[in-house]
């Protein structure tokens, strides 16, 4: 009974000393990266959007090898659906070694740029360039049409998309491509510990927010804070989906250098498949202002996208190239950053923070309530 | 850095003396027309528009659009497209700023072959 009493007595002591450490000025920012998930808006530029029977489509061809020329690799083969749409690889493998980290296939609906380079401004023709990259699926459009003609998956095409024998073999690559994107776009992160604190804050219910970790909050206060990362990584996606310098190394060789946006922006500007193209289903072209608009800059050399950080844990390894295998490495590059790497007339967001042992703890433990999963 | 170069045609004559609304962008130029900018809740990482209004009885034949983030030494990602709405109203579209804090709004004018340069902080949380 007395035992009872003291474990009951540290229980509602533990109970009444946790509590909301973030300052009002805090919780509103905090506020920013939700509610989640976000609604549901179709994508204009895909009539297959959030159609049931393209997103069927999309998902079964997504895990079958018709989609490669010799049927030796799906897209799952790369984004494997059981880790989190990546692999465990630093650099993806698809006919050959490539050059980036595989990124996962969550919470890309509605985005504004895809891929580390940025190469595509719409889900459907980021999911349209492997089928056809030479190092990847390789298909030529001619190849395609005849796989898909041959495959049991004719008729579902027909269904959505009409008698594929009179469409040219460009025609029949987008669909497929829209079928895919139609699909990606309802993978979604879950809900998280972070949400649930987030939304107790909105409904000022600070006895429930108040279960949220404080080692989680401390390094929310940092991450909003004297981390800096929130100028990157914020909105309920925690990226702003634009380009910057990690001081990570963009050599791949002596002689070779991934050029990130810059490369991104010479493809994304000679591309077909953009939403100012004439392959949008969207007559009014809503979202081209981007591709019409986007600067370019020399300092665009080596910068990459913004990556997401819902459902972070699950994603290692991590950076634009998978050189660091955990999150604490991650901390830890950016608490040490070597400023040497940036580019010199480059934005002046990042200097070294060294931060404690204490704190590099305390950030991950954040970033670790952004994912249902735990740690693997 | 490199600015967009909207051209427009003053067919409509001179800009006149105007009920402005929004913040008046401050210039180090003496006597200069007042420019107000108009603008509603600015969206994170989201394209938004501002509206100017030039108010001054000379014609503006070039306006010029631009925001930096002066902590950060950087720019916008996007040009913005200036569009004259009316006599003395311009509507700026595509603008958009991908990071929190103050970011600073510059316009340059010209009138009659004169350029004159304006300068407003705005801040976003």
């Not at chain 1, 989609?67 to 030796?72: E, F, K, M, N, V």
């Not at chain 1, 083969?77 to 996962?104: I, K, Y």
């Not at chain 2, 983030?69 to 950087?74: E, K, L, S, T």
């Amino acid at each position: 009974m007395k035992l009872w009493v003291t474990v009951a007595f540290v229980a509602l002591t533990s109970v009444v000393r946790a509590e909301v450490l973030l300052s009002e000025d805090e919780i509103q920012q905090t506020l920013s990266f939700g509610p989640w998930p976000p609604p549901i808006q179709p994508d204009p530029s895909n009539r297959g959007s959030n159609d049931p029977r393209a997103i069927a489509l999309g998902a079964a061809l997504f895990d079958d090898p018709v989609l490669s020329i010799d049927g030796a690799l799906a897209c799952a083969s790369c984004h494997n659906p059981e880790q989190a749409f990546t692999t465990l690889d630093p650099r993806a493998f698809g006919r050959v070694l490539l050059d980036r980290n595989t990124p996962s296939l969550r919470n890309l609906a509605g985005l504004r740029w895809y891929g580390w380079g940025g190469k595509s401004d719409n889900l459907w023709a980021a999911s349209l360039h492997p089928i056809i990259e030479e190092q990847e699926m390789a298909h030529s459009k001619e190849s395609l049409k005849r796989a898909i003609s041959e495959s049991p998956y004719v008729n579902d095409f027909e269904d959505i998309f009409g008698d594929i024998e009179s469409q040219n073999p460009e025609l029949v690559l987008v669909k497929i491509a829209k079928a895919l994107s139609a699909y990606l776009e309802t993978l979604v992160t879950e809900r998280t510990q972070f949400d649930d604190f987030r939304d107790a804050l909105e409904r000022s219910d600070l006895a429930e927010a108040a279960n949220y970790p404080e080692a989680a909050q401390r390094g929310l206060q940092l991450f909003l804070g004297r981390g800096n990362c929130a100028f990157c990584h914020n909105g309920p996606r925690f990226s702003n989906n634009e380009f910057h310098d990690a001081g990570v190394p963009y050599f791949l060789s002596k002689t070779k250098v991934d050029e990130g946006r810059f490369g991104g922006l010479n493809f994304l500007l000679s591309s077909p498949y953009t939403l100012d193209g004439d392959w949008t289903d969207d007559l009014e072209k809503q979202g081209a202002w981007a591709v019409r608009n986007v600067r370019r800059s020399h300092s665009d050399f080596g910068i990459f996208r913004t990556p997401s950080l819902r459902g972070v844990v699950e994603t290692a390894p991590y950076m634009h190239d998978g050189s660091l295998d955990a999150l604490d490495a991650v901390v830890r590059h950016y608490s040490e950053i070597d400023t040497e790497r940036l580019h010199a007339d480059g934005e002046a967001v990042l200097s070294e923070l060294n931060l404690t042992g204490q704190e590099i703890t305390d950030l991950v433990a954040f970033l670790e309530t952004l994912s249902s999963a735990t740690r693997p | 850095m490199i600015r967009w170069l909207v051209w427009f045609l003053a067919s409509s004559g001179a800009a006149i003396a105007c009920e402005a609304t929004g913040q008046r962008m401050s210039t180090e130029t003496q006597n200069a027309p007042a420019v107000h900018v108009a603008v509603d809740e600015i969206p994170l990482a989201q394209p938004f528009s501002i509206l100017l209004t030039v108010c001054g009885e000379t014609a503006v034949s070039e306006m010029r659009v631009d925001a930096v983030m002066p902590a950060h030494q950087h720019g916008m990602n996007y040009l913005p497209v200036v569009t004259a709405i009316g006599d003395d109203v311009f509507r700026i579209d595509d603008m958009l700023f991908h990071m929190p804090g103050k970011w600073e709004l510059q316009v340059d004018v010209e009138y009659n072959g004169q350029t004159v340069s304006y300068t407003s902080d705005l801040a976003l949380k």
